[in-house]
């Protein structure tokens, strides 16, 4: 599984279609593969496990959502304040 991931990793160019989100509109799929990273970062945290795969959603909404969304998103997440669940 590892080796599917990292073949994947190697070969990304950009965000696959995504059938939950199937509109032009890509706010929604930025903002979930955000939640999906750092919800996998924290999962595999506390297995203690390697975190390789979560690589894959970052790599996602790096493509997808603008960088002061990002940004933005980190501070609050640093201050207590993000609106997601995490």
Request: charged share 30%; net charge positive.
């Amino acid at each position: 599984m590892a080796e599917d991931i990292a073949t994947k990793l190697k070969n990304y160019k950009t965000a696959p279609f995504d059938s939950r989100f199937p509109n032009q509109n890509q706010t929604r799929n930025c903002w979930q593969n955000y939640l999906d990273f750092h919800r996998c970062e924290k999962a595999m945290g506390a297995k203690e496990a390697d975190a390789t795969c979560c690589q894959w959603y970052k790599r996602v909404y790096t493509s997808l959502c603008p960088i002061s969304w990002v940004a933005k998103w980190d501070d609050q997440r640093e201050e207590g304040t993000f609106p997601g669940k995490i």
